[in-house]
T-cell receptor, first 115, second 113 residues
Framework: KNQVEQSPQSLIILEGKNCTLQ??????????LRWYKQDTGRGPVSLTI?????NTKSNGRYTATLDADTKQSSLHITASQLSDSASYICVVSASRTYNFNKFYFGSGTKLNVKP | DGGITQSPKYLFRKEGQNVTLSCEQNLNHDAMYWYRQDPGQGLRLIYYSQIVNDFQKGDIAEGYSVSREKKESFPLTVTSAQKNPTAFYLCASSPRDSLYEQYFGPGTRLTVT
């Protein structure tokens, strides 16, 4: 069964601290993995996207890693800011046909950065 | 939120009434999607469309209907047959030459009482 599991469900950290969010998946055939940031009441916004051959990708203070062998990904946030408070969603895309990709969504990690 | 707009942002309806959620995109994307988001759950696919005048059921299509008469528009109707319609609804789109890209709209919060 194709699934995406994220941990932890929620996380509270102090401003300026680092944190790491986890994503494990069983999706096949794997196409790519994307991390989204979703502010409360808003649509998700893409942070990074990685294909099978990529191990690490950074976007400012956000660094995503991918281990395609163990089917695990992590999102590391450095020097957190209050504006990082949001839900972070891991999405894995399965390549089904030449003209359609199926997307599998994790339930997200809700991050709360406190001053 | 890119070039995808959803309206209204908040919608309130009485039980038993049909309601239509709007989704418009000016990105010239071929594919469009509707998702439902509930607390503690991942996004679930309701319907998707890869081309004008064609659409396919997703994982939870019961109680919903869509149309795709124009490339830029993909409205979703929540019918009275949908048992638990209260949710946050997200529209997304993808370009044909990059189907793993997905851009989301700002969402519509529907509350049915």
């Amino acid at each position: 069964k194709n699934q995406v599991e994220q941990s932890p469900q929620s996380l509270i950290i102090l401003e300026g601290k680092n944190c790491t969010l986890q994503c494990n998946y069983t999706v096949s055939p794997f196409s790519n993995l994307r991390w989204y940031k979703q502010d409360t009441g808003r649509g998700p916004v893409s942070l990074t996207i990685m294909t099978f051959s990529e191990n690490t990708k950074s976007n400012g203070r956000y660094t995503a890693t991918l281990d395609a062998d163990t089917k695990q990904s992590s999102l590391h946030i450095t020097a957190s800011q209050l504006s990082d408070s949001a839900s972070y969603i891991c999405v894995v895309s399965a390549s089904r046909t030449y003209n359609f990709n199926k997307f599998y969504f994790g339930s997200g990690t809700k991050l709360n950065v406190k001053p | 939120d890119g070039g995808i707009t959803q309206s209204p942002k908040y919608l309130f309806r009485k039980e038993g009434q049909n309601v239509t959620l709007s989704c418009e995109q000016n990105l010239n994307h071929d594919a469009m999607y509707w998702y439902r988001q509930d607390p503690g759950q991942g996004l679930r696919l309701i319907y998707y469309s890869q081309i004008v005048n064609d659409f396919q059921k997703g994982d939870i299509a019961e109680g919903y209907s869509v149309s795709r008469e124009k490339k830029e528009s993909f409205p979703l109707t929540v019918t009275s047959a949908q048992k638990n319609p209260t949710a946050f609804y997200l529209c997304a789109s993808s370009p044909r030459d990059s189907l793993y890209e997905q851009y989301f709209g700002p969402g519509t919060r529907l509350t049915v009482t």
